[in-house]
């Protein structure tokens, strides 16, 4: 057993190397473990005690900045913080037995990847995110379930985060300037730090086959991919590259990011590669023809009704395979097009039939929280896009993970 406890100890991350579905891997059989050898007293205890004090002395940790002060010692922390070194201490300790910090001595701390990362502003957003966006939510869980009959939350306007606070989620955000300011730091450091590269999931050669050489040239109106909604322009970035180093040569066709106009303006900045416009995606989709429309992470913060909205904005702006085109649901070349047909190409969790994802299972219940929303499962995607005309060619699955590209096309008849 002894020989065994000191493998394990010589496991880490850096084991994996560039296998990231190995570590995933690595990492659920580790949670599996931990719940085997785990007693239910221990399991109680973890979730009633253990879990809600780590997160408020995180909360803490990120407000005094005490991560930026590491490797030191609590007696001269306090003082450059402006606390009492005894509550940085006991602070910092309950931190170290998590392994957030490490105390190698007594009352000396030192940094590990997870506090580094913690005095980043993404990170310190996402804090300030679960203590007065999602833990709020939470607290009126049970009484709100209780008081509506215990049926599934599914609308934008009556939540439990409206329940809690009187707004909806995307209102409050527009009135606190500091919750606003922290979502969006926090959406973009979830947006830089890519796991799932939609570009390695889903084959390019889709996307470039049939896309005329002649179209998507700079200043052409026919685009090759509109990220709708796509932020800062991460995801359209990273196909850019892809593009640029074998795809299709020295030229890559015109790639658009619509968002809206601040997001638009600081884009451009850092992608001037792309091509930015400023879009609100309930209204009628302004670029037609491009040889495929890209939601990341759009359409899982909408119930449905919200969702067949945007959907339907996109629909009049694409271009349809006439039913003879298509073979079993598969693309079939046409050379006598002139115009290219358009794909529907969207990056969300699509939840596992069988077995579960905790990532996805727990913004799933973000989602029902803050939104009236859902992550969906594959059933859940083919009935909200067929419901709007669109067929489902494949769903593909990254390793180890519920994310995925869908890949769907309209027919013509649908139109």
């Known amino acids: 057993m002894d020989a065994l406890?000191?493998?394990?100890?010589?496991?880490?991350?850096?084991a994996f190397g560039n296998d990231e579905a190995g570590r995933l891997r690595a990492l659920e059989k580790a949670k599996a473990l931990c719940a085997r050898l785990e007693t239910p007293w221990e399991s109680l205890t973890r979730i009633i005690w253990q879990e809600p004090s780590i997160a408020a002395a995180t909360k803490v940790a990120v407000d005094l900045r005490l991560f930026s002060h590491l490797p030191n010692t609590s007696a001269s922390i306090g003082p450059t913080v402006s606390a009492e070194p005894?509550?940085?201490?006991?602070?910092?300790?309950?931190?170290?037995?998590?392994?957030i910090v490490k105390e190698e001595e007594p009352d000396h701390f030192s940094p590990t990847d997870s506090s580094r990362a913690l005095t980043k502003p993404g990170y310190m957003g996402g804090v300030d995110s679960m203590f007065y966006d999602i833990a709020p939510t939470y607290l009126t869980l049970p009484k709100y379930l209780k008081e509506n009959g215990f049926r599934n939350p599914t609308g934008l306007t009556e939540t439990l985060f409206k329940a809690a606070r009187g707004q909806t989620y995307f209102e409050w955000l527009g009135t606190n300037k500091n919750q606003g300011e922290g979502f969006r730091e926090l959406m973009a450091e979830?947006?830089?730090?890519?796991?799932?590269?939609?570009?390695?999931a889903y084959p390019l050669s889709h996307l470039m086959d049939d896309f005329p050489v002649e179209a998507g040239q700079p200043g052409d109106a026919v685009a090759l991919v509109v990220d709708v909604g796509g932020g800062l322009g991460t995801s359209m970035e990273m196909l850019?590259?892809?593009?640029s180093s074998g795809h299709s040569g020295a030229h890559v066709p015109k790639i658009v990011v619509q968002d809206v106009a601040s997001v638009v303006a600081?884009?451009?900045?850092?992608?001037?590669?792309?091509?930015?416009?400023?879009?609100?995606f309930f209204t009628p989709q302004p670029v037609v023809g491009a040889r495929a429309y890209f939601l990341r992470n759009i359409l899982h913060d909408w119930p449905d009704d919200k969702a067949r909205l945007i959907l339907q904005g996109l629909k009049a702006a694409m271009r349809a395979r006439s039913p003879s085109e298509s073979e079993g649901g598969a693309p079939v070349k046409d050379e006598s097009k002139s115009q290219v047909n358009s794909k529907?190409?969207?990056?969300?969790?699509?939840?596992?039939?069988?077995?579960?994802?905790?990532?996805?299972?727990?913004?799933?219940?973000?989602?029902?929280?803050l939104l009236g929303a859902s992550e969906r499962g594959e059933h859940d995607w083919k009935a909200l896009l067929e419901g709007e005309g669109f067929h489902i060619l494949k769903i593909w699955r990254g390793v180890g993970?519920?994310?995925?590209?869908?890949?769907?096309?309209?027919l013509e008849d649908d139109l």
């Open 240 to 243: 850019r590259e892809a593009l």
């Open 5 to 14: 406890l000191a493998q394990l100890d010589r496991v880490d991350k850096s």
């Open 344 to 369: 529907l190409l969207l990056e969300e969790n699509v939840m596992f039939d069988r077995g579960t994802d905790v990532p996805s299972e727990a913004m799933d219940f973000v989602m029902m929280g």
């Open 86 to 99: 005894a509550l940085v201490r006991r602070v910092l300790r309950l931190l170290a037995s998590v392994h």
């Open 401 to 410: 993970t519920a994310r995925a590209v869908v890949e769907a096309e309209l």
């Open 190 to 200: 979830f947006s830089a730090l890519i796991v799932f590269k939609w570009t390695d």
């Open 266 to 280: 600081e884009g451009q900045r850092q992608h001037p590669g792309l091509t930015f416009m400023t879009h609100d």
